[in-house]
């Protein structure tokens, strides 16, 4: 049951995040599409490992800077909207994982691809 919970925990917190990510108002955080893909907490609350995938980041050092300056905030907001007994530390990891989905989508539309004689048959 414990599991469950951590598990709605992290969902709460992923939601609660991805809309607050939106208000930050240093230039260095909003460098492009900012989507918090995963949560982890630990058991005891104290910390969550947030997951941030950024599509058309220009400086990743700079969005580190901007986040470190804006976790304060946005741990301070996740408390004032969350009922939690500790609100957590947020730790924030990059997730490279749409960026790398559109590199790998761009190498399969231009590859140059030549059906054979049959197979062109047996798609008309």
Do not use: C
């Not at 919970?5 to 930050?24: F, G, H, K, P, Y």
């Not at 220009?58 to 741990?75: I, N, V, Y």
């Not at 500790?86 to 990059?94: G, N, Q, R, S």
């Amino acid at each position: 049951m414990a599991n469950n919970r951590l598990a709605r925990t992290n969902d709460d917190i992923q939601r609660v995040l991805s809309e607050l990510l939106r208000n930050v108002k240093d230039p260095r955080v909003q460098q492009g599409m900012i989507s918090v893909t995963r949560v982890e907490t630990t058991g005891d609350l104290r910390y969550a490992k947030v997951w941030l995938s950024v599509y058309g980041m220009q400086d990743e050092k700079e969005f580190k800077r901007g986040l470190k300056s804006a976790s304060g905030w946005l741990r301070r907001e996740l408390g004032n909207s969350m009922s939690l007994r500790y609100t957590p530390e947020l730790v924030f990891e990059l997730d490279h994982s749409i960026e790398y989905g559109a590199h790998i989508n761009r190498l399969i539309s231009d590859l140059d691809i030549h059906q054979t004689e049959e197979e062109a048959e047996e798609d008309s």
